[in-house]
């Protein structure tokens, strides 16, 4: 048997999504192959594990009864501290957690300090993908087509920015936090009054605000990707909404919410958005699994942006290939064999440096 951390929780506005994707890991992960570890991160992000840990309603509010966890580093294990300290093994981490505070990479930056490996993307890539304006950038610079988009930060002058971004982008616009997943935050303006008043509310959410220039009558088209150095494709989905965008209930809580598997697209729109989707893959330094946002629009494909942790881990789009079993054993196979080709990398270096290191010898250089 493995043991098989599920990470989920967090610092984030997508914290109770994090839970319902770790509550179908859970449900989902093979008992017979896999010892579960749940390991919640709460609001204040203390590692714990719930004593009711498949209860929704042990998450609404402060959780009172719980173990504490901490991560012994370099070891690959974790304390669990009750009456007594216990050591566990962990063989696998499974991210769950949608957002700030794990999709980000600072989880992948801790199960690499602990030595576990995590079916998440790089560090690299869960940064990068997640402020919006990095990512547009890193599209941008390998000519890879996106709408034409703004940053505003909390210290600019916001009088001369609106100013130059309207000049520049036009209206309508689309306003989001750069650095926030899901659709909190997110609002469309069509004069200046409304981007004034939608650029402070991505204010609230984070100090960095991407303004792009809205694209109407347009197909929004999404891909998982699943794989290490190479990924395999899913089906293709069209989601339906009234809006511009899917709100935060009609992606995560209307469950009449439409959504077409296996649009209508042209092999030449299809090919692209595949071809495309290889190539930030690449970029990126992707891995795992990841859903992929488009846009087309007159069969001209738009990237949008990339999920690195997907809601439900993007499941949906692979039941016609995969179970959820066979979808998480995947990712946890994955998680282990990147994890040991990345380790036979050398990351020490025996020098004389320390050794011929003269005492005071730098005293020169300091300020009197």
Known sequence: MQNIAILYGGKSVEHDISVLTALQVMQNLDKKKYNIIPI?????????????????????????????????????EVIVKNLFKKRMKIDCAINCCHGNSGEDGTLNAVMNLAHIPITSSSILGSSTCMDKVIMKDIF??????????????ADDDKE??????????????????????????????????????????????????????????????????????????????????????????????????????????????????????????????????VRIDYMVKDDEVYINEINTIPGSLAFYLWKNKYDFFELLDKLIQIAISRFNRQNKHKYTFTSSVLADYKPNSMNKYAKR
């Open 140 to 153: 941008k610079a390998n000519n890879i087509n996106c709408v034409d988009y703004r940053l505003i930060t």
């Open 40 to 76: 919640y991160q709460t609001h204040n992000c203390e590692f714990i594990i719930p004593d009711d840990y498949t209860n929704p309603k042990t998450y609404i509010g402060e959780v009172e009864k719980f173990k504490k966890v901490t991560f012994a580093y370099g070891k690959g």
């Open 160 to 289: 001369s920015k609106l100013e130059e971004i309207v000049n520049a982008l036009g209206f309508p616009l689309i306003v989001k936090p750069s650095n926030l997943g899901s659709s909190i935050g997110i609002n469309k303006s069509t004069d200046l009054k409304s981007l004034s008043q939608a650029i402070e509310i991505a204010f609230y959410y984070d100090s960095r605000v991407i303004v792009e220039k809205c694209l109407e009558d347009f197909k929004e088209i999404n891909i998982s990707c699943l794989g290490d150095t190479r990924p395999e494709f899913s089906r293709l989905e069209q989601p339906l909404s009234w809006q511009n965008f899917l709100d935060f209930d009609k992606k995560y809580t209307d469950s009449h919410a439409k959504k077409i598997l296996d649009p209508n697209l042209g092999k030449g729109v299809i090919d692209e958005i595949k071809n495309i989707s290889q190539k930030v893959w690449k970029i990126f330094d992707l891995s795992g699994v």
